[in-house]
């Protein structure tokens, strides 16, 4: 079975650092190009970041709200994937979900994780 | 960047009632349009794939179609499972963007 579990949200006052994993089971994160979804309360869905597989160069690319704060990476060893959040804002509160992208759909996804912003 | 506009913003439909979305792109995106669906505390699904590809699995009383700026959503009989909210996304220039989103319940 395909799985995906996303950890590490909490609460972090404005300003702070917090890192999301998102360990996957039943796929090769390294194989995938995977992807960070985020929700804010009672909002719409946005597109955080992707990265590309280890084949496509692991290219990664940001939406332009977290351009320069987020970086996605990945440990292959470990099958995780990771978003290093810093310079939190308020506005990053969300439920941050970890997908696989397939062909630029996202067709597995985990329960995501949340983060608060707040001081 | 691309903007995508989905109405109705929420529907209210009986049950076994065809149901129509539609997601506007601001610009021509071939058919790089996903529709995917969130019931309430749960992760979204991938329901549609490239406008109007069926993910395995779903059922088909779910489609999709369109190109270019305009596309379409339709359940041809709605369940009561469906109650959901539902998005379309786009994917260009190595950027993603989805709709709105489209809150449909049961009258």
């Known amino acids: 079975e395909v799985q995906l579990v996303e950890s590490g949200g909490g609460l972090v006052q404005p300003g702070g650092s917090l890192r999301l994993s998102c360990a996957a089971s039943?796929?090769?994160?390294?194989?995938?190009?995977m992807t960070w979804v985020r929700q804010a309360p009672g909002k719409g869905l946005e597109w955080v970041s992707v990265?590309?597989?280890?084949?496509?160069?692991?290219?990664?690319y940001y939406a332009d709200s977290v351009r320069g704060r987020f970086t996605i990476s990945r440990d292959n060893s470990k099958n995780t994937l990771y978003l290093q959040m810093n310079s939190l804002r308020a506005e990053d509160t969300a439920l941050y979900y970890c997908?696989?992208?397939?062909?630029?759909?996202?067709?597995?996804w985990g329960q995501g994780t949340m983060v608060t912003v707040s001081s | 960047e691309i903007q995508m506009t989905q109405s109705p913003s929420s529907l209210s439909a009986s049950v076994g009632d065809r149901i129509t979305i539609t997601c506007q792109a601001s610009?021509?995106?071939?058919?790089?349009l996903n529709w995917y669906q969130q019931k309430p505390g749960k992760a979204p699904k991938l329901l549609i794939y490239?406008?109007?590809n069926l993910e395995a699995g779903v059922p088909s009383r779910f489609s999709g179609s369109g190109s270019g700026r305009d596309f379409t959503f339709i359940i041809s009989s709605l369940q009561p499972e469906d109650v959901a909210t539902y998005y379309c996304?786009?994917?260009?220039?190595?950027?993603?963007?989805f709709g709105p989103g489209t809150k449909v319940d049961i009258k």
């Open positions: 997908a696989r992208d397939r062909a630029n759909a996202f067709d597995v």
């Open positions: 039943g796929l090769t994160v390294s194989s995938n190009y």
């Open positions: 490239d406008a109007s």
């Open positions: 990265i590309y597989s280890a084949g496509n160069g692991a290219t990664t």
């Open positions: 610009q021509d995106i071939s058919t790089y």
């Open positions: 996304q786009q994917f260009d220039n190595r950027i993603y963007t």
